[in-house]
Nanobody, 123 residues
Framework: VQLQACGGGLVQAGGSLRLSCVAS????????MGWFRQAPGKERDFVAG????????YYADSVKGRFTISRDNAKNTVYLQMNRLKPEDTAVYYC?????????????????WGQGTQVTVSS
């Protein structure tokens, strides 16, 4: 499975971005998908996850109410809609896939990773 993340960019505080992660190589409709982010000098942290069925979503406390994760299995794509962005959201954002269908909160819980897309929020 290959994951390709895109949609990052530079945005002012309060603005919005939508990240996309397209999977190729095989269908990932049963996989759990997650978004993580890593700021310079910091660890890669969980942001949001969606179960294989799409019925359950999970968010880090820091993004609850501002970010929404969703998936379109027909397109083998997962999205992260980010609203009311803050400077502290600045990071490289990574998408990841977990074969078992259950959302994990740690980097080690995922089997496949995309290359990352930079999100920069200016104050």
């Amino acid at each position: 499975v290959q994951l390709q993340a895109c949609g990052g960019g530079l945005v002012q505080a309060g603005g919005s971005l939508r990240l996309s992660c397209v999977a190729s190589g095989r269908t990932t409709s049963s996989y759990a998908m997650g978004w993580f982010r890593q700021a310079p000098g910091k660890e890669r942290d969980f942001v949001a996850g969606i179960s294989g069925s799409g019925g359950s979503t999970y968010y880090a406390d820091s993004v609850k109410g501002r970010f929404t994760i969703s998936r379109d299995n027909a397109k083998n794509t997962v999205y992260l809609q980010m609203n009311r962005l803050k400077p502290e959201d600045t990071a490289v954002y990574y998408c990841a896939a977990e074969r078992g269908g259950s959302v994990r909160y740690t980097v080690r819980g995922y089997d496949y990773w995309g290359q990352g897309t930079q999100v920069t929020v200016s104050s």
